[in-house]
């Protein structure tokens, strides 16, 4: 598998849950799928997908993630009628708990695959 670094001017600046205004430089959009959530020292596990956009992605899990953890995320994508497997190296910018959905955890891409960064800017798009 080739990790591209992905281009950080066009990367969210979420901000840790310091209850500031959201930041982001890039729109999302809502995805809710199923996904796979590594991180060092453990295997993977399921969690589910809440938005996207061209810099990161929020998913939803029942344990709490480290701020400034770096994890490894796996989800398929449709844009276009075209389905991929996205997988992506991430890096947790917040993280906080609610009641109706458990962990709501932000994370910001910092490398993925050349497909996968042109397959999430289609899905932006469409």
Known sequence: MTLAR???NHLNHSIGST????????????????????VEG?????????DISSGGLSIVLSRQLAIGQKV???FELTARGRKR??????????CSYTLSEGY?????????E??????????MKG
């Open 6 to 8: 992905m281009d950080i």
């Open 19 to 38: 209850g500031r205004t959201d930041q982001r430089l890039s729109p999302r959009k809502i995805l809710r799928v199923d996904a796979l959530l590594s």
């Open 42 to 50: 453990a295997g993977p596990r399921p969690v589910r997908t809440a």
């Open 72 to 74: 490894k995320i796996a």
């Open 85 to 94: 497997k996205v997988v992506a190296i991430a890096r947790v910018v917040h």
């Open 104 to 112: 709501r955890c932000g994370l910001h891409f910092l490398q993925a």
């Open 114 to 123: 050349d497909d996968a960064i042109s397959l999430i800017a289609l899905y």
